[in-house]
């Protein structure tokens, strides 16, 4: 099992993003030791195209076989060239092909090792599966978004599930879910075969939305520092 954590220099919501710290350890450090402790994952890469930010990894324990190219690190470059990147480097240098891939972004400093075996086991167990995401109940439901219309009246994005849904009473609510970013398990027959990182079945991995923090900003950072550094610690203290 492969774990790769990509981590790119660039960065505009945070400067320097992936090397900022939360009690004392780097964000791309914490996730190179979610993978370490993780008791499936048998290697964990950085993938960076930052000679800081690659050395930052390998002093947590991971191996940096390459750096990325300057033209899979701009701002627009989706996570599936990156990861054909690495993947197709692994097997042409060393003719390694893991069975499962492992995505963990250093935007989630919070992440117990155990919801990684979890979400790894999920897809093992389900053949006919292409990933496994992490996924947590939204805060604001989707029955109750507008957009708005070229009008200028509230069109609910939901209608073609119900009439009015927007009224419906909150126990009435169907349960829906929003991709929270934590987990990402995939094959790599479904990145090489099916070009995408998803695939078409796509498996749940359920969190409890008071176990999510992705960092984005410098409000998120500060409420990570805030409501999830004893978390944090907690779990690094294993």
Known sequence: MLAIVPARGGSKGIKRKNLV?????????????HALMSKLITRTIISSDDDEIIAEAVKYGAEAPFIRPKELAEDHVLDLPVFEHALNFLKEKENYIPKI???????????????IDEAIKLLLDHADADSVRSVSEPEKHPYRIFRIDKRGFLDPIMKHEHPVP???????????????????????????????MTGDKILPYIMNPEDVIDIDNLSDLKIAEILFSERIEETHKR
């Open 21 to 33: 710290s939360i009690n004392g350890k780097s964000l791309v450090g914490l996730s190179v030791r």
């Open 101 to 115: 891939v492992v995505h963990l972004r250093p935007t989630a400093p919070y992440r117990k090792p155990e919801w």
């Open 166 to 196: 927007y009224l419906l009473r909150r126990q009435d609510l169907p349960k829906m879910y929003y991709y929270n970013c934590v987990i990402d398990i995939t094959k790599p027959e479904t990145i090489f075969q099916k070009h995408s």
